[in-house]
């Protein structure tokens, strides 16, 4: 083989000489850098959304072989082991086992829970309807996406997650009941959590009076130390009795939290928060963003997602506020029905929003511990729809 035949496979085998055999690697590119830019610049959820967009710039580089779709395809139909991807995949396919078998969100459970005070929720056990109303979201999005756009149900199941407002669980269901729109679903999730202060505020003002957000509601009562540790043991037995599905997300959610709570496991309930933690979202995000390639993201389907993905947000919001408002009557007016906004999980940041529109109309009103009883809640309730989801579709 002379030089110039060496050159010649070199500048074949080179990246940007098939770069443009396809303009939709471009496009991807350019979408990946995009949100970088909101992640990194904008601060858009940027422990996710950093990893999730880098995996997407390394899946749509040409040449780097790092993923591949046609393996998993082939899992999922039978024909292939997970010992053959391990032997014949890339890095992001090695990775991608913790998504696909639900390693890596339970294990980000395991981390929320450890950082999670139930104490509110217990100290005023009626948040736990909130928490539910607000799963209205999902359930919405589902019937729209089957009724509207045409997805599949176990498609439109994970898309309906996304209005749980919980990234994990969404990955989670999604891995199991729509893998190829993990991706979209995971980047929409994840995207408007991190836009919550934008999308809740005009919602909870269009649907509450001036008189109901100026509600200031009395502290909340001490909450025992029993009762904390009994609370993830209790919730453990019961709701995984119920649903079984939901076992792997909501028993690591609750045993990071007895780790937290029982006061003798702090190193583990302090690896679980930290190191655990950090570790398992470098690889959640980089393998997760590694599923949007080019040939499966660029589709008007994806489009729809993101537009189903704001609906399920309004509704989730919407549903909280209407029990919130319920609740205010019920109450003679002793709740404020702020807090049920704070039904979706992303916590502490709905809680932080609720606190915010209930001082803009009363500077002496002080919600956040009385929304982060439904916030906490909404973390079980996502949970719960999405083991539902999979009971249900999951066969």
């Given amino acids: 083989m002379n030089i110039?035949?060496?050159?010649?496979r070199l500048v074949e085998t080179s990246g940007f000489y098939m770069l443009f055999s396809d303009w939709r690697q471009l496009v991807m590119i350019a979408l990946a850098c995009l949100l970088l830019y909101l992640g990194l610049v904008k601060k858009y959820e940027p422990l996710l959304m950093v990893g999730i967009a880098f995996g997407m710039l390394l899946t749509n580089l040409p040449g780097s072989n790092?993923?591949?779709?046609?393996?998993?395809d082939a899992y999922i139909e039978g024909t292939v082991r997970l010992t053959d991807i391990i032997h014949g995949g890339g890095l992001l396919d090695i990775l991608y086992i913790g998504v696909k078998s639900g390693l890596y969100p339970s294990l980000i459970f395991l981390g929320v829970g450890a950082m999670t005070d139930f104490g509110p929720l217990l100290a005023n056990p009626k948040s736990l309807l909130l928490g539910a109303a607000a799963q209205l979201g999902i359930f919405a999005a589902f019937l729209m996406a089957i009724g509207i756009f045409g997805f599949?149900?176990?498609?439109?199941?994970?898309?309906?997650?996304?209005?749980?407002?919980?990234?994990?669980?969404?990955?989670?269901?999604?891995?199991?009941?729509?893998?190829?729109y993990l991706a979209p679903i995971a980047i929409a999730a994840y995207s408007y959590m991190a836009l919550i202060p934008l999308i809740q505020p005009p919602v909870m003002r269009l649907l509450t009076t001036k008189e109901e957000r100026e509600t200031v509601m009395v502290q909340l009562k001490p909450?025992?130390?029993?009762?904390?540790?009994?609370?993830?043991?209790?919730?453990?037995?019961?709701?995984?009795?119920?649903?079984?599905?939901v076992a792997p997300l909501l028993g690591c959610l609750m045993l990071g939290n007895l780790f937290k709570e029982s006061g003798l496991t702090d190193?583990?309930?302090?690896?679980?928060?930290?190191?655990?933690?950090?570790?398992?979202?470098?690889?959640?995000?980089?393998?997760?963003?590694?599923?949007?390639?080019?040939?499966?993201?660029?589709?008007?389907?994806?489009?729809?997602?993101?537009?189903?993905?704001?609906?399920?947000?309004?509704?989730?919001?919407?549903?909280?506020?209407?029990?919130?408002?319920i609740m205010y009557k019920l109450s003679g007016g002793k709740i404020n029905p702020l807090i049920g906004s704070a039904g979706?999980?992303?916590?502490?940041?709905?809680?932080?929003?609720?606190?915010?529109?209930?001082?803009?109309?009363?500077?002496?009103?002080?919600?956040?511990?009385?929304?982060?009883?439904?916030?906490?809640?909404?973390?079980?309730?996502?949970?719960?729809?999405?083991?539902?989801?999979?009971?249900?579709?999951?066969g």
């Fill in 66 to 72: 790092m993923y591949h779709p046609e393996l998993w």
């Fill in 152 to 180: 599949e149900p176990n498609a439109a199941a994970s898309i309906g997650i996304i209005g749980g407002a919980d990234g994990p669980t969404a990955i989670w269901l999604t891995s199991k009941l729509a893998p190829d």
């Fill in 4 to 8: 110039l035949d060496t050159l010649q």
């Fill in 223 to 245: 909450v025992s130390k029993t009762m904390k540790i009994l609370f993830p043991i209790v919730v453990t037995i019961f709701v995984c009795l119920l649903l079984p599905s």
């Fill in 344 to 394: 979706v999980s992303a916590v502490p940041m709905a809680a932080r929003v609720s606190q915010s529109e209930g001082a803009k109309a009363n500077p002496a009103n002080f919600l956040l511990m009385h929304a982060m009883g439904p916030n906490v809640a909404g973390v079980i309730g996502s949970a719960v729809a999405a083991g539902f989801l999979l009971a249900v579709f999951g």
């Fill in 267 to 325: 190193r583990l309930s302090d690896t679980a928060q930290n190191a655990l933690m950090n570790i398992v979202t470098i690889f959640l995000s980089t393998s997760v963003g590694a599923t949007a390639v080019y040939y499966r993201f660029l589709t008007p389907r994806t489009l729809f997602i993101i537009v189903l993905g704001l609906i399920a947000f309004e509704f989730a919001t919407i549903g909280g506020l209407i029990l919130g408002k």
